[in-house]
């Protein structure tokens, strides 16, 4: 278990204060992460690569799911293959 320490600089003083640590550093990167986000807004260049780049990602993904769809609905066109 964790033991609580009273005046120790080399670490946490309270078993949250690493809980702490670790919430303030998820909230810095997430201010980070939207400082970011903004300046890609910003730049009308950058937010076109930005949309570019997100649109050839979905096409990707949504391209096999389609092409399943249509391979399954060519499989059960066939006659042999419906069921009565």
Do not use: Y
């Not at 690493?18 to 980070?32: G, M, N, P, Q, T």
């Not at 389609?66 to 399954?72: A, F, G, H, K, L």
């Amino acid at each position: 278990m964790t033991e609580i320490s009273e005046g120790d600089t080399g670490g946490p003083t309270e078993p949250l204060d690493e809980v702490r640590d670790a919430a303030s550093a998820v909230i810095s990167s997430l201010k980070r992460l939207l400082e970011a986000t903004e300046k890609v807004i910003a730049d009308p260049v950058a937010f076109d690569q930005a949309v570019a780049g997100g649109k050839g990602l979905l096409d990707a993904f949504t391209h096999g799911f389609v092409n399943e769809s249509r391979r399954t609905g060519a499989a059960a066109a066939d006659p042999a293959e419906q069921v009565d």
